[in-house]
């Protein structure tokens, strides 16, 4: 890869491999997993992955596939390639998966700690020039962003995107909603996973049990028979599960797996992809506001990447060259943030997130399910849907059909006023671009547990910030403010088309369209008999305030911006003029 005035490492070495290569990590434990190195004497850069997976499938001569749940977690890269480049590449096991020792961690800080001294260790050898880059996407990622808190010695640069910084609310708890469809498939993906229960060890036998058996009485968790299996367990994968379950709030459990991003002074590289905002999108965003070091922002479009991984290997390089070989390939000089443009095929770099030229706009929720800037009057009142075991309603407001082309490009966030004949109420708000046919495809999702609705520091008028530390339950029939916020609409929309909003309290009955969507669906259900109501008149103008980068200066229009064809007699008005005499008195 090269451009005019820079050009990256050239293919020149042939390849050294080192299997089941142990890494001391400080405590007794190694770390074990394999090494690629350029076959030469002079001292190189080293890049490194850490991961829970099967260590020899990661790099298994495989030809690439199209993202697969079966392949989705070969997440190293090929080594072979940064090798032949000048730079040696480990692919190494966490405790208490693969060959490694220990108990696995589940991004607990011990893991991180085992990442930092495994970097200085490789940062020491005879081989290694003593610089350091992490590498790799998704698990990779998560470690590698935490590991960075750390500075460790010889850690240069890392190349995180694809990652996550809060597990509760990113991955499995979306808006306080326990997600268990992905957790109970990916459980299965860690290798040999030796595990102990986090809760157990924490709060003794007696407060488990109890904790279990508070669980298990749950009609949210007892309708899963993958949850109830778990919930019970000690040891293994299960218990992790377990953990993820009995720690409904956002306690100490997720706290000690939290990025500090106080911490973040190396340079990183992140991003995401549009189609993955209940897994990845959400940490790309909040990491590049809050990152204190150099970074770059890349969101692709909503296509995960294929497996075995091997796009993004150039760009790497790129960034690895330039900090771990002091190689300027000009980076920091090109604008930071690139993001795919929806349907258009093409990228929009800028310099900020939200975008500068955003014009954070409310469309109001009417009657009739019509979503419009119009604010709402006396004939709008609310809509209401059936949630339970027996039907999943749901509501829908869409707007006219556009009349200019217009950008959506940023967050979003649903501002809703809404009430139950319940003491909860799950909320799930979907966004669809709607094409001239009625064909609808997904922007993006929004979850909140309406008990949860309570927001905090940390919130701003495009994203709120929901602590999710306590539950405070709905008085049936009162109505409560509920603000959903969607990480990130990419969208462009042409004339004739509309957007349209679904708001539901359950997913069960919606089968992933794709892959990807099951990420951000297989949330757990109430199982009691509800109305939700959403309430939209005067009193509480419920809005989707959504983020125009482009078009909509006028506005939509109810007519769909079209005229009659014929104009029949136009009447003449007659007007009833009064005489005014010289006093000025009328008469």
Not at 23 to 47: A, K, M, N, Q, S
Not at 518 to 540: E, I, K, N
Request: hydrophobic letters at 40%; aromatic letters at 10%; glycine letters at 10%.
């Amino acid at each position: 890869m090269f451009g005019p005035s820079w050009q990256t490492s050239p293919r020149a070495y042939g390849v050294v491999v080192e299997r089941d290569v142990a890494i001391p990590v400080g405590d007794g434990i190694d770390l074990v997993g394999d090494l690629w190195r350029p076959d030469t004497d002079e001292p190189v850069p080293v890049v490194a992955g850490f991961h829970p997976y099967n260590n020899e499938f990661q790099t298994a001569p495989l030809t690439p596939e199209g993202f697969s749940l079966q392949r989705g977690w070969m997440e190293a890269g090929d080594p072979t390639f940064f090798a032949r480049r000048g730079y040696a590449h480990a692919v190494v096991n966490v405790r208490g998966t693969g060959k490694s020792g220990g108990l696995f961690q589940a991004m607990g800080p011990q893991e991180s700690l085992d990442v930092a001294a495994a970097v200085t260790h490789l940062a020491r050898q005879p081989w290694s020039s003593g610089t350091v880059g992490l590498f790799g996407v998704s698990y990779f990622s998560w470690l590698h962003l935490q590991a960075a808190m750390h500075r460790p010695e010889g850690l240069a640069a890392v190349f995180a995107p694809y990652g996550a910084t809060d597990f509760y609310r990113d991955f499995l708890h979306h808006g306080g909603i326990l997600s268990y469809r992905f957790l109970l498939g990916w459980k299965d993906k860690l290798d040999g996973v030796r595990y102990e229960s986090w809760t157990l060890r924490h709060v003794g036998e007696e407060r488990f049990r109890q904790l279990v058996d508070e669980a298990l009485a749950d009609e949210e968790i007892a309708a899963v028979p993958g949850l109830v299996a778990c919930v019970r367990a000690t040891r293994g994968a299960d218990a992790l599960v377990g953990d993820v379950v009995l720690n409904g709030l956002d306690n100490e459990f997720w706290a000690e797996r939290r990025l500090d991003y106080r911490q973040t002074a190396v340079p990183a590289y992140l991003g995401a992809c549009w189609g993955l905002d209940g897994l990845h999108l959400p940490a790309a965003f909040r990491s590049f506001e809050r990152w204190q070091g150099p970074r770059r922002l890349v969101v692709g479009p909503d296509v995960y990447l294929d497996r075995p991984l091997y796009q993004l290997q150039y760009e790497a390089l790129r960034w690895f060259d330039h900090f771990l070989k002091g190689n300027d390939t000009g980076l920091l000089d090109e604008p930071p943030v690139q993001l795919f443009v929806g349907r258009t095929g093409r990228w929009k770099r800028t310099t900020d997130w939200p975008l500068p030229e955003t014009r954070f706009t409310p469309f109001y929720l009417h009657t009739g399910g019509v979503l419009s800037e119009r604010e709402p009057g006396p004939v709008d009142a609310g809509t209401s849907y059936e949630d339970s075991p027996f039907g999943r309603g749901s509501v829908r407001f869409a707007t006219p059909p556009l009349v200019e082309e217009t950008e959506l490009l940023g967050p979003a966030v649903l501002e809703l006023h809404c009430s139950s004949t319940d003491v909860e109420a799950l909320l799930i708000a979907t966004l669809h671009a709607v094409d001239a046919e009625g064909e609808e495809r997904e922007l993006a999702r929004a979850w909140l547990r309406a008990t949860h609705r309570r927001t905090g520091p940390g919130s701003t008028p495009w994203s709120p910030h929901h602590p999710h530390d306590r539950a405070d339950p709905l008085t049936p029939g009162e109505v409560v403010r509920c603000d959903l916020g969607f990480c990130g609409v990419s969208a462009r929309l042409l004339p004739g088309e509309r957007l349209a909003l679904r708001l539901t309290s359950s997913d069960e009955d919606q089968p992933p369209p794709d892959p990807l969507r099951v990420t951000a669906m297989g949330h757990v259900a109430r199982q009691s008999v509800a109305v939700v109501t959403v309430h939209h008149g005067p009193t509480f103008p419920s809005a989707l305030v959504l983020p125009v980068t482009d078009g909509n200066l006028l506005g939509t229009f109810l007519s769909g911006g079209v005229l009659p064809g014929k104009v029949g007699p136009i009447p003449t008005a007659k007007i009833t003029r009064r005489k005014v005499d010289d006093g000025g008195a009328g008469r």
